[in-house]
């Protein structure tokens, strides 16, 4: 590679390069039927993979797809890549776990390195994005209590996602994910997203922080807009309290910015990042700065497995490969190139309503009543292609950072053929008068 990026090979591609009239199997390829054994939790069925290098992946049939859904954002460098197990297995030779009452060199050099890299000034390390969203709140209240702000109110946003464990839960909008297990923790009010005049509402005396994402990954890839993110800097730090910035999915150079944050000019009292971090190994970092962390004190919250060494490795490893010079500026470039495609795919598709996103974190909002959002992740992973379904009507599009031209290439024309056969089945049940089943 001409800038020095640890992108693997594209496995030798047995994938056809024309999705257009290929035979393919309907159901995809299970090796094995223990899935029964699972908590229902996913839906069936599940696509088994075997292995992967960079955007490609192998099923057990030995089917290849490109895969633009990286693990839900985490495989930023596609999979297995080059140099990653090397590390790992060295680290895990050496001290693969020693737990938090221990200091150790992976952990110490990882804290420094993002501190350089991103401004914080202190750092908790946790496994998940919502261990370390309720890692984040419950360090907001702990700030409340010791500044002795009058309430403990929490602001989050209608589409937001935090997560599924409880304060991250309590934060996380859809009714669906919360309302089975409520009581969920109280003091969190959510307001409209992107909606300035509708925070004076809001955002009173008793709110001691508001947690949200720059772009609301799991809603389908919707940016804030700038003068959003500042009015609620600028409110936040009115009342004294604390801005969450929920980095999960945005962060480690998705929207080509090591943070989504720099994009729209503010910073949080905490930023909170995990997904592409350990590069596929559980990690969070939980950001603060000195004025959160002078009001924490030992014991008031804590992690077992928290950035361990092997983990700590891996979001070594990853750090250093977004700070790479021009990694950025490749992501930057690739993200031109897949939005002006999603362009001509929406301007040549009348199943395709909006094309949004910002930098490698896209969507394609389908229009109501047509093509299902479902329908097209199954019809692209039959041609070859595997997306992700984000909100109500959207489908995700989510290459890894390290994907090349000609895979961003490859990866259009599979969706292209995707849509092009949803489109054709819609048409085939209209004019029976029956529409779509
Ligand atoms: N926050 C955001 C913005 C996310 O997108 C996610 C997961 O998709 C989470 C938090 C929760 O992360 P995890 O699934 O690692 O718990």
């Not at 004190?297 to 010079?325: E, I, K, Y």
């Not at 019809?379 to 961003?408: F, K, M, Q, Y």
Request: glycine share 12%; hydrophobic share 45%.
């Amino acid at each position: 590679m001409p800038d020095a990026i640890a992108t693997p090979a594209a496995l030798p591609s047995a994938a056809p390069a024309e999705p257009a009239g290929m035979t393919l199997p309907d159901a995809p390829a299970l090796a094995h039927d223990e899935v029964g054994l699972l908590a229902p939790l996913y839906p069936l069925p599940r696509l088994e993979l075997v292995e992967g290098h960079g955007a490609w992946v192998r099923d057990a049939g030995g089917r290849e797809y490109l895969d633009f859904t990286s693990g839900i954002a985490v495989n930023a460098f596609g999979h297995a890549p080059r140099g990653l197990a090397e590390a790992l297995s060295a680290q895990l030779a050496r001290l693969g776990h020693c737990s938090n009452l221990f200091a150790h060199e992976p952990g110490l050099s990882l804290a420094r390195e993002l501190a350089e890299a991103t401004g914080y000034a202190r750092v908790f390390f946790c496994n998940s994005g919502t261990e370390g969203l309720d890692a984040a709140l419950k360090f907001t209240r702990a700030h409340a209590l010791a500044k002795g702000l009058p309430g403990r109110g929490i602001v989050a946003f209608q589409g937001g996602f935090h997560g599924r464990t409880g304060f991250a839960l309590s934060a996380t909008y859809n009714p669906s994910y919360r309302e089975p297990f409520e009581p969920l923790i109280p003091g969190v009010r959510f307001a409209p997203f992107n909606d300035g005049a509708a925070l004076d509402q809001v955002l009173d005396a008793d709110v001691c922080a508001v947690v949200v994402e720059c772009v609301q990954g799991e809603s389908g890839a919707v940016p804030a807009t700038r003068d959003f993110l500042q009015a609620l800097r600028a409110r936040s730090t009115a009342l004294g309290a604390l801005l969450v910035l929920d980095e999960v999915q945005t962060g480690m150079g998705r929207t080509g910015r090591l943070l989504a944050q720099e994009h729209f000019g503010v910073r949080g009292d905490i930023t909170v990042m995990s997904k592409a971090l350990g590069a596929g190994l559980p990690i969070a970092a939980v950001l603060m700065t000195e004025n959160v962390a002078a009001t924490l004190s030992p014991g008031m919250h804590g992690c077992t497995f928290g950035g361990n060494p092997v983990c700590a490795a891996a979001a070594r490893w990853s750090l250093a490969q977004v700070r790479r010079p021009a990694f950025l500026e490749r992501v930057r470039r690739a993200a031109r190139r897949l939005a002006a495609g999603l362009e001509q795919l929406a301007a040549r598709h009348a199943s395709v309503r909006e094309v949004r996103g910002l930098g490698l974190l896209t969507a394609m909002d389908l229009v109501p009543g047509g093509v299902e959002p479902a329908a097209l992740v199954t019809a692209a992973r039959d041609a070859g292609l595997l997306l992700l379904r984000g909100g109500e009507r959207a489908v995700r599009v989510l290459p890894p950072l390290t994907v090349s031209d000609d895979e961003l290439v490859k990866g259009l024309e599979r969706l292209d053929a995707a849509l092009t056969v949803c489109e054709a089945v819609g048409l085939a049940g209209s004019s029976k008068g029956g529409g779509k089943s």
